[in-house]
């Protein structure tokens, strides 16, 4: 019973344990204030960051604070480029990734709202000199607004076809000859696909004229204030673009993909946390769209998410969307591609918003921890992204788990071999029994002599049954056999015998 005690109590303790210590990332911290001073938290995030980076192992990272509809902080943090030591600074772009898909919403967005597009008018309609591949389901239902909010039916898309900057390129319209084939009911529910959004890519080349990237600079980009975004990769940006690192550290040279739409955008924190301003319409005064094309953007078009359900509660037009605790809501949208993760997370009732850029695969947690802290300094509930950690904590209690049975299990079987090694002493009694005969027959201890032990006899009423007697009384002590009256001890069954 106490070794059963033992190998129960122990591995809980160590997940318990475990939990607790990783539970530790969860809990508010204490340095951050609700309601605090812009410079007292400036100095939190100051110290902050660089130990959240270290944890992760982040090569570097740039953030961008919007309070009250104003970009009032900034801040870059650790390398572009580690191996040859070159800073991070905040005017440095990066790859934004998938925030690319709310700026092209709002180009989208844009062409509606000048009447040359109807959001609910299948895609088809709009597009000139290229048709959708055929399928097994009808193009009827491909609207535009479906394409927006992830509900056309169409697939992810290759995440892998990446091409270094100098490569030819193949075209949008051969890209999506091989990739915008519906494999589901268009409508029929929520997928993720960036092949939706390259299909709007060239919605907007063939409605405006316009090469998509310089429709998005002119429409978008420049009358925002986004000063560094671009769609457009060269070798000319200054600073020089960073790095992207892996999962395992490994630096990953610069690629571009074939098409921009869904993830090709290059920002600073502060071109996005412009962005996320223009999406508050009590404090912005942008005229890309108007209050009602905002909101339409923001309008929950989906809320079945599979696995995004986790952390957010809708899916509006090129945005996430997540109601707090007080009732505001929250938009979001996030971005991971080789080497890059970013973040931002907007409220547009307060005019608040957090923009987390940064050039490693690894930054799930090291986002998730910031936006902890920046909730409870703005006095929000903590964002559905905050539960990662809440994650972190199981992944670690589970280890502790692991750990602790590996830990038992190895202590069993030393302890085990030590006993085998260990010679019994046959002149020591067991507690509880008696002495055992000098000798018994057949066994090591006794030699391999031939022994018979008498005992008394057992008396067994005469009548029919059937049922399986333990054999009780003195055995040896090396083997631990029992002894019957009149036979030599090996001839006998080691623990019972069934008699009828």
């Known amino acids: 019973m106490k070794r059963i005690k033992v190998a129960v109590v122990l591995p809980l303790a160590a997940a318990l344990a475990f939990a607790i210590a990783a539970g530790q990332r969860y809990v508010p911290d204490t340095r951050v204030s609700a309601?605090?001073?812009m410079e007292g938290y400036a100095a939190y995030l100051d110290q902050r960051v660089p130990e959240l980076m270290q944890r992760y192992d982040i090569p570097g990272a740039s953030l961008a604070l919007v309070k009250e509809g104003r970009t009032v902080w900034k801040q870059a943090y650790g390398y572009a480029d580690r191996e040859a030591g070159r800073?991070?600074?905040?005017?440095?772009?990066?790859?934004?990734?998938?925030?690319?898909?709310?700026?092209?919403a709002c180009g989208v967005m844009r062409l509606a709202e000048t009447g040359a597009i109807d959001p609910d008018a299948p895609v088809e309609q709009y597009l000139k000199t290229w048709q959708l591949p055929p399928s097994a389901y009808p193009t009827e239902g491909m609207t535009v607004r479906r394409l927006l909010s992830h509900t056309a039916g169409l697939p992810l898309g290759d995440v892998f076809a990446m091409y270094a900057p100098t490569d030819a390129l193949p075209s949008l319209e051969e890209s999506l000859s091989g990739s915008a084939i519906p494999f589901r009911e268009p409508g029929a529910g929520f997928s993720y696909s960036n092949v939706g959004y390259n299909?709007?890519?060239?919605?907007?080349?063939?409605?405006?004229?316009?090469d998509f990237a310089q429709y998005m600079a002119e429409e978008v980009l420049e009358p925002l204030g986004m000063e560094h975004a671009t769609f457009v990769w060269s070798d000319a940006i200054r600073p020089p673009l960073p790095l992207g690192y892996a999962l395992d550290g490994r630096a990953v040279p610069a690629y571009v993909y074939a098409e921009k739409a869904s993830g090709g955008l290059l920002a600073t924190a502060e071109d996005i946390a412009a962005f996320?301003?223009?999406?508050?319409?009590a404090y912005s005064r942008q005229h890309v769209l108007t209050p009602a094309g905002i909101a339409a953007l923001y309008a929950p078009q989906a809320r079945r998410l599979g696995v995004y359900s986790l952390v957010f509660d809708a899916y509006g037009s090129g945005y996430y969307i997540?109601?707090?605790?007080?009732g505001a809501y929250a938009v979001a949208h996030g971005g991971q591609g080789s080497g890059w993760m970013s973040h931002f997370q907007a409220v547009p009732q307060t005019g608040d918003a957090?923009?987390?850029?940064?050039?490693?695969?690894?930054s799930w947690p090291f986002?998730?921890?910031?936006?902890?802290?920046?909730?409870?300094?703005?006095?929000?509930?903590?964002?559905g992204m905050t539960r990662i950690l809440l994650g972190e904590c199981v992944l670690w209690s589970l280890f502790g788990l692991m750990l602790a049975a590996c830990l038992l299990r190895t202590a069993n079987l030393i302890a085990g071999i030590s006993r085998r090694r260990a010679p019994p002493d046959a002149a020591t009694p067991r507690p509880g029994r008696p002495a055992a005969p000098a000798a018994i027959g057949g066994c090591p201890g006794a030699g391999g002599r031939p022994a018979v032990v008498r005992l008394p006899e057992?008396?067994?009423?005469?009548?029919?049954?059937?049922?399986?007697?333990l054999l009780a009384g003195p055995g040896c002590r090396c083997c631990g056999r029992l002894a019957v009256p009149g036979i030599p001890v090996p001839q006998i069954p080691l623990l019972s015998r069934t008699m009828r």
């Open 354 to 362: 957090l923009v987390i850029l940064t050039n490693s695969q690894r």
């Open 458 to 469: 057992i008396s067994v009423p005469q009548r029919r049954f059937s049922q399986r007697i």
């Open 276 to 281: 996320t301003i223009a999406g508050m319409p």
């Open 87 to 104: 800073a991070l600074t905040a005017d440095t772009p990066l790859r934004v990734q998938s925030i690319s898909k709310s700026i092209t």
């Open 35 to 37: 309601g605090g001073s």
């Open 322 to 326: 997540e109601r707090l605790a007080d």
């Open 199 to 210: 299909l709007l890519e060239l919605l907007i080349e063939q409605v405006d004229g316009r």
């Open 367 to 383: 986002i998730a921890g910031l936006l902890h802290s920046w909730a409870r300094w703005r006095g929000f509930s903590p964002p």
